[in-house]
């Protein structure tokens, strides 16, 4: 296993970090139980989850997926100093989580008491802002004319987000949290939040994690770049594009029990012509290549420079075993160069 530094902080992450969002809607306790054992037997040391999961969220399933890892945790009570464990919290939209109410110093004291709570664990290593309070180019709204920044109010956006670092801080402080992390942000995002933290003292984020792969590279290289200036972990998630990349969604194929048969809050903006077409040329790289589709997505992200640690989900320990397996591939130049192929006629095909 292969252990990354996680932007400036002193930890040490596996290259592979286990998603778990599936945990309490498509896995059950004892699924989770085996994945976790699995992935920590295998070497891999990072863990990620949120206050919304499972996905997709809802308001009787809220909260299950930390509950479902403190309950791991708390038959696992030696293994917890050699974890790395990240959660996050939910921003405004959900009606049922603090009344859809946005990120704040208020906010984040109580989600992360409750956290922590659910956890069973007196600290989480790296606390993240699930997205941010102002509208952002994420989740299908990186395509033109789906967001305005003028309708932005930029200093009462600062001063927000100055209330966020103060509520950091005094969670750091504290003992809570060791560092803290952004997700589904922006280069504006990051590099405010680092003016800020210089003005205020308080430390900065060492990590973010945005949607990625070879279906959604925005991110490459601009904010990626800065990522790696700034050092700043970067953490692909969804690196399969919820599993389009497999293949099993080819042909309006909907195979039983897969995410994509299960309402979405953002609707199924993947599922377009183009994701399938480009899919169907990467499923035939594959084949040439002698890999599975999935490796050969999980293969090319890990590659990507300034990939700190990729998050995988899996329904099942089959899954998960194919999917780590992914990180012992190195691609050819030929097959790079085909990929490289297909990004070009397909450079935002979702």
């Known amino acids: 296993m292969q252990f990354n530094r996680l932007g400036s902080s002193d930890l040490k992450v596996s290259e592979i970090c ?6 309490g809607i ?12 699995y992935a920590v037997d295998y070497g891999i040391n990072f863990i990620d989850t949120a206050e919304m999961y499972p996905i997709p969220p809802n308001e009787a399933t809220y909260a299950d997926t930390e509950r479902f ?13 050699k974890l790395i464990l990240m959660t996050k919290i939910a921003g405004s939209g959900l009606a049922y989580i603090r009344n859809g109410s946005n990120i704040s110093r208020d906010t984040i004291a109580e989600a992360l008491d409750d956290s922590l709570q659910r956890l069973n664990t007196d600290y989480v290593d790296v606390y993240q802002l699930h997205w941010p ?3 952002s180019p994420h989740f299908a709204k990186h395509w033109p004319w789906r967001t305005n920044p003028h309708d932005t109010d930029i200093e009462r956006e600062r001063d ?3 209330d966020i670092v103060q509520g950091i801080g005094e969670a750091i402080k504290a003992g809570k949290i060791r560092h803290w992390g952004l997700s589904d942000d922006t280069p504006w995002g990051i590099h405010t939040f680092l003016n800020i933290c210089r003005e205020l003292n308080v430390p900065k984020p060492v ?3 945005n949607e990625f792969s070879l279906l959604h590279m925005k991110d490459w290289p601009y904010l990626i770049e800065s990522c790696v200036f700034e050092d700043i972990a970067y953490l692909p998630w969804s690196p399969l594009a919820t599993g389009l ?4 969604y080819q042909n309006d194929e909907r195979p039983q029990g897969s995410r994509w048969t299960f309402v979405q809050r953002q609707g199924l903006f993947r599922n377009t012509t183009e994701a399938h077409e480009a899919t169907a040329r990467y499923l035939e790289i ?7 589709p999935a490796q050969l997505a999980l293969a090319w992200c890990k590659q990507v420079p300034g990939v700190t640690s990729t998050i995988i989900g899996a329904t099942s320990v089959a899954q998960l075993k194919e999917n780590i397996a992914a990180f012992d591939i190195t691609l050819s130049e030929d097959t790079k160069k085909q990929i490289n192929q297909v990004i070009k006629r397909y450079p935002m095909p979702f």
């Open 18 to 23: 286990l998603g778990t969002m599936t945990f």
């Open 26 to 37: 498509q896995n059950t306790q004892q699924d989770a139980n085996e994945q976790l054992d």
């Open 69 to 81: 890892i403190g309950n791991w945790l708390a038959e696992n009570q030696a293994k917890r100093d």
């Open 133 to 135: 309070n102002r509208v």
């Open 160 to 162: 927000g987000m100055r």
């Open 207 to 209: 990590s973010i994690q």
């Open 245 to 248: 990349l497999t293949g099993k």
């Open 286 to 292: 594959a084949e040439r290549a002698k890999i599975t």
